[in-house]
């Protein structure tokens, strides 16, 4: 049956890598690929020899049943460095090189970087906040004075801050657990872990095992810097064309009730100046003028921050929603799909809801 | 006992001198056993017993095997020594040699020690965000140098102000801002602490796999083997057995290897400075001169390191580096990966191997719950 099969899998892979050749491809996993399937070769050999040395017909089944695999695997891995070519090449033809990796890397560092720059901002805004927001002042003399706190205001911005910090964080933390993987895909998952899956899955009672791990390094390197790749083409057209930016201010502590100021006050530069509030707010997305008239000139500086910070919350919510915890979900559930599908072709039915639940 | 890792050399005179015998009294005790129901089924002329008998010799001598293959498998394992693996993808391999269970072994304390310095930086970090924000001052403002020390000390109200307002005595925490910065370290903190925790307890699992895992195992699975409806449990012992003391050590060593590249290339367990506070004492950073300081420099002070520091290949001068909250915030990610997604794979490709083995005893089991577990 193997000499009828022969030529036929023999054109079969022949086409395969004809096929591929006529793209540049990268090749520094491809020998270490070669030289599992090699040993594994190898190995099936001897104990196919030792079935006929000893006469063993259970042991020659053993190793033929286990040559077929081989030869499922060595298919495996020629449609792998067919699909790792023909993708690179599609992609640089969209302006994306120098491989798919490479891109989905750049792609979460500028997702990183911006959230640092975010993380910055939000973290001197913090501490401005804490600053003014923590004047008070008293007098005395001779056991009798007042304490008063017109400062106390800008307090009510905080929970709005430390939710918005508290999202950059988890923010930064998703991304980078998507690089971490990419990176470690890159590197390590068609030379190191994909000949360990072809060794493992040699030998009947680690081929679920080698199955599991031909999937996870398949998956790693070729699905998720492609589902990456793929969210980023659909979220960055979502992307808020503005920075995140954030006025300076400060409290004047001496200010009482001496007037009624309005969002329009804040802006007007020469009544309040620059260093009380260095910003602008817009009121186009509040109806009704009289609607933000304060008593206090800080209560007036704490209104402007608000919508400075209702500004700032679309960025932030792109960032920790979309492209963040987005672009996670759906890369890790891709990533985790293809697992299970090519640890299925490569002959192991593996469990790997727990590994999404932890994930 | 075994002492002093599994491929000691009294871990493996152990091996012979202890768990052999131990598995050939299991096989005699078990074939005895055999024997007697066999004489049995011949005695009251029952076929049943006796085809059940001739079967069950079989199986025992199965098992018997696939043990022996197993511990010759963890001899070879011991003396494989993986450095010319590392060698095709690092160049720093170390000098003495390892073999696959001492990699895995190295995979936790490495990353023990990592995630552990990354914690005790957070702690720091949130220590010293703690005092800043608890740290007021009072100042005195718009006074006249000479008498400020007078109204300060007396809090004497003054009319001075320009804008005829009141000059006044103020209070102020300046650094209570970072208090909010506290918020989003301590949902890393509590990242940390949990990867921490799973790296103990994988740590614990991998000893107990060293320890006497095989001694239990082993013996007793290849008895129960052979008695009756008791086939599969004996079964999945053996396989359990084969599956964690070669497929969790052997996918736990593969990881390794990025332990072993030079750090500023490592990706695992990257460099960074986030670790400039890891051995810092908060205690010594603050002491009474701080009541004085009106320019603002406890920051600074909280935020200094004492010694001189290497990091990666970058010189870190003793002194003044300012707060990294956000490298901690990023090598969370790192953290959580090596503390619980990587071992959990393993966990999950030996329960994969389990199911195999076992088809290749002859049972079907269903692993579905144990995963779950995991």
Redesign the interface.
Known sequence: MIAKLRPKFSMLLGILFLVCCSFAAPLDWLP?AAGALTLSAIIVAVLYMLGIGLNLNDLKFLASEELYQLIATAIIIGVLFTADTTINSVFASFGITPTLQNASIATVNGY?SNQ?SS??TL?TF??????E?????????SAM?FSVAPCGGFASI?PA??FG??M???S??????L???L??GS??GL???LP?GIL?RTF??????G???IG?GVGIYLFLPLAVIFMDGITSPLAPTTAVSLPEFSCD????SDGVYTIADINDHSLFGTEAFSGSVSLSSFSGSNSFDFGYKNAAIAGGLLMALKGVLPSLIYFFLIQSTLTLIIALSAFFMSMRSISRLAG????????MR?? | MVVGGICSSASLGFLSSSLYPLLAIAGTVTAIIIALAYAIGEVTSNPKMSLWSKTEIFQLIASMVCCVILLQIITVFCLLDVRSIYS??TNTVPATSLTIYDAADHYFIDAGTWTSGLLRSARYHLGSFFVL?NF?RSTC?DMPAEIRWLFCI????ATS?A?G??S??????????????S???F??FN?ILFALLSLLNYTFILRYLYGGFILLFLPLGMMLRSMPFMRQIGSLLI?VA??FA??YP??LS?FY??FLQPAPVR??TPCSSAFLYSNEDLDSKVDLSDAFDLDGTLYDDLFSTSNDQTICGTAYASGEHGDQ??EI??????A??IG??IP??SL???A??V???N??LGQEID??RI????
Do not use: W
Not at chain 1, 253 to 256: T, V
Not at chain 2, 371 to 374: D, E, R, S
């Open positions: 270490f990183i640092a993380f910055n973290k913090a501490h401005t906040l804490g600053l927001s923590s004047k008070n002042m008293y007098c005395s003399f004075g905080t801050v430390t910090i508290q950059i964080a988890i930064v933390t998703e991304s980078n657990s690089l971490t993987l990176k470690f590197t390590y030379s190191l872990i360990l493992m009947k009672f680690t081929r679920g095992a199955g599991l791990i996870f502590i001496h200010s009482f192991a039915e593996v469990e790997i809801s727990s590994l932890i994930s | 095709l993808f924000q007021g403002e007396f809090g004497t109200v102000s804008s307002g009141i006044v005595s103020v209070n102020t925490i300046p650094d209570s801002g970072y208090g909010l910065l918020s989003g370290l949902v890393s990242s396989a084969i599956s070669i497929i052997l996918v593969v290897i990025d990706i695992l909250t956000f915030i990023k090598l969370t990610a790192n959580f990966l619980v997604f959990s794979l999950l490709a030996s994969a191997a199911s195999y083995a088809r290749f692993l579905s995963v779950q577990m995991v």
